[in-house]
């Protein structure tokens, strides 16, 4: 049972570039979450998605973007690229049936680099 | 800002002793998640806890939630040097979706 997987492991962009990362849940979830993680720091939300919508949204700008497609996976676009969305980037897979508890599975990250 | 505020930041211990971090949290939540994260890798989850539950054991880990007072502990038993990572509570909020996460306690287990 393959967990959850992201790609790529690393990335370096520059600054006012764009990137797109993708996640694919583990088998049997149907939700996908995206987290930002500064060095040292907690992981932030930055949305959730259920049934290919997004359903809430943490507190980052527009520039970030999110999809979710018909085979749950998941991709994250962040657009003009800043110095300061350099972090690790985790999505995280759980399933939201009827009384379900919201236990989610996280991927090893993709590790984004701006300079 | 983050919600959760674990304490301590760091800990420091020697193999076979117990470790104790504690949460605190602002809101009302469903339940509060204790996850593992070794060297800014994935995180892996721990533990569920829900607002109803008091107590829960997995293993070497129990989890206490007081509700009354916003707060949660994670102790580990009889640690051992592969404990050593960061650890983090996470609260489910209720009537959303979004998962909070805190700052982390960061544990050194010594061999």
């Known amino acids: 049972d393959a967990g959850v997987t992201q790609s790529p492991t690393h990335l370096i962009k520059t600054r006012g570039q764009q990137v797109t990362l993708r996640c694919s849940p583990k088998?049997?979830?149907?939700?996908v979450s995206w987290y930002q993680q500064a060095l040292g720091q907690g992981p932030q939300f930055i949305f959730q998605?259920?049934?290919?919508?997004?359903?809430q949204r943490g507190n980052f700008p527009d520039r970030f973007s999110g999809h979710q497609f018909p085979n749950y996976s998941s991709e994250l676009n962040v657009n003009a690229l800043l110095l300061g969305d350099s972090a690790l980037y985790l999505c995280?897979?759980?399933?939201?049936?009827?009384?379900?508890?919201?236990?989610?599975?996280f991927g090893p990250g993709t590790r984004l680099t701006v300079l | 800002s983050q919600q959760g505020e674990e304490d301590p930041q760091a800990l420091s211990i020697q193999e076979g002793e117990n470790a104790t971090m504690n949460c605190s949290y602002k809101?009302?939540?469903?339940?509060l998640q204790w996850y593992r994260q070794n060297s800014g890798r994935g995180l892996v989850h721990l533990i569920l806890?829900?607002?109803?539950?008091r107590e829960k054991h997995s293993g070497r880990l129990r989890v206490t939630l007081d509700t009354s007072k916003k707060s949660s502990s994670l102790l580990i038993t009889a640690s051992r040097a592969a404990d050593t990572a960061s650890y983090f509570c996470?609260?489910?909020?209720?009537?959303?979706?979004?998962?909070?996460f805190g700052a982390g306690t960061r544990l050194f287990v010594k061999a």
């Open positions: 996470a609260t489910g909020q209720t009537g959303g979706f979004k998962t909070i």
């Open positions: 995280a897979s759980s399933w939201r049936g009827r009384g379900g508890p919201d236990t989610q599975y």
């Open positions: 088998s049997g979830h149907d939700t």
């Open positions: 998605y259920y049934e290919e919508e997004e359903r």
């Open positions: 809101t009302s939540i469903n339940n």
């Open positions: 806890i829900r607002s109803n539950e």
